[in-house]
């Protein structure tokens, strides 16, 4: 019978005899480990490179010697074989309610308020885990490629198919300021404002920078590019030692751990800018945990992040609802 085009030229027992082969430099000794015959491990070698057309060992030295293509076999195939051995003890965890491996993308404005307790609450949920924060869209791009499995972050990827998404937060972006200056009440006294105070940016590699600066042409509002941040620390800083003001929202406030009773929180002027914060996993991927982690969430939110937020400032408190 002709072979699909979607037919592999190898299956993982032959896979497994040539990487024996390979590690104990020859057929016989490999028969030995795999309890089968000589001519059996040899017949399932030439096999395999019947099937792939190239030869994987050069037969005229001794020890066997690995062929250019057999050392890019090897170094695949132990890849390979090793992923198919953590099929069955996953299974097996799956079984008994835990998963093998659980990967999140956390926005880096929820790093402080949700690294942690998502890591802990995940503990006996799953055999490995791992948080990496950092940038949205980094995070969208391993979620596509299937590299995470959830991600946390201010973009819904709402043109993307086979995701569910759970909404966590919802705010409003904000003036902060240093104490004592007065707020402006006009898009008029905002351009005024950035003639006398260095307009302290989010940069654009961030969703947050991005949004900011659109919501910035929105108004007509064309501000001066002075400093710009990667990270909220970096921002809430520089605005609370008087260096400047910002746009920005109270989990980013949150997340920059600078003490908030020294910065003056403001609505804009003109028409108000929000973001979402969602969590979008892969559908069908982790049954019902990625609504459990959603939950999860929000409650931790409320409970570490919402009282100092309304602590600092009213205009800051009002900005922000947990979903």
């Known amino acids: 019978m002709p072979s699909r085009p979607d037919d592999l030229p190898f299956d993982l027992r032959a896979l497994t005899i ?27 070698v030439a096999d395999l490179e019947a099937r792939l057309g190239a030869a994987l060992f050069d037969r005229s030295v001794r020890p066997l ?4 293509a057999g050392a890019l076999l090897r170094q695949r195939a132990s890849a390979l074989v090793s ?10 965890e799956i079984a008994r309610g835990r998963l093998p491996l659980v990967r999140i993308g956390l926005v ?8 942690a307790p998502l890591a802990e609450h995940l503990r006996g949920r799953a055999e ?24 946390i972050g201010a973009d819904d990827l709402g043109d993307l198919d086979g995701v569910e998404r759970w909404p966590i937060a919802g705010e409003t972006y904000v003036l902060s300021l240093p104490l004592g200056v ?20 989010y940069s654009a590699r961030s969703s947050t920078g991005v949004e900011i600066d659109r919501h910035l042409r929105r108004l007509g509002v064309e501000l001066p590019r002075g400093l710009e941040f990667d990270t909220p620390y970096g921002v809430a800083a520089t605005v609370a030692a008087g260096g400047g003001f910002a746009l920005t929202t109270p989990l980013c406030a949150y997340e920059s751990g600078v003490d908030l009773s020294r910065i003056g ?28 982690l959603a939950e999860f969430a929000r409650t931790e939110l409320r409970a570490t992040a919402l009282p100092p937020i309304e602590r600092a400032s009213p205009a800051l408190a009002a900005a922000i609802e947990v979903s």
């Open 182 to 201: 007065v707020a402006p009440r006009s898009t008029a006294e905002l351009m005024t404002l950035a003639r006398e105070l260095t307009f302290v940016r």
């Open 65 to 68: 010697a690995l062929t250019p």
């Open 108 to 115: 880096d404005s929820l790093s402080r308020a949700l690294s």
């Open 18 to 44: 040539f990487l024996a082969a390979c590690e104990e430099g020859g057929m016989a000794a490999a028969a030995r480990r795999l309890g089968l015959t000589q001519p059996a491990i040899s017949s399932a």
């Open 83 to 92: 992923e198919a051995r953590q099929i069955a003890p996953g299974l097996s």
């Open 128 to 151: 490995e885990v791992s948080i990496r924060s950092g940038l949205t869209a980094a995070h969208a791009g391993a979620l596509v490629t299937r590299n995470l499995e959830v991600m």
């Open 265 to 292: 929180f403001a609505p804009t002027p003109g028409p108000q800018a929000t973001r979402r914060i969602t969590l979008v996993a892969l559908a069908r991927s982790l049954g019902r945990l990625p609504a459990r």
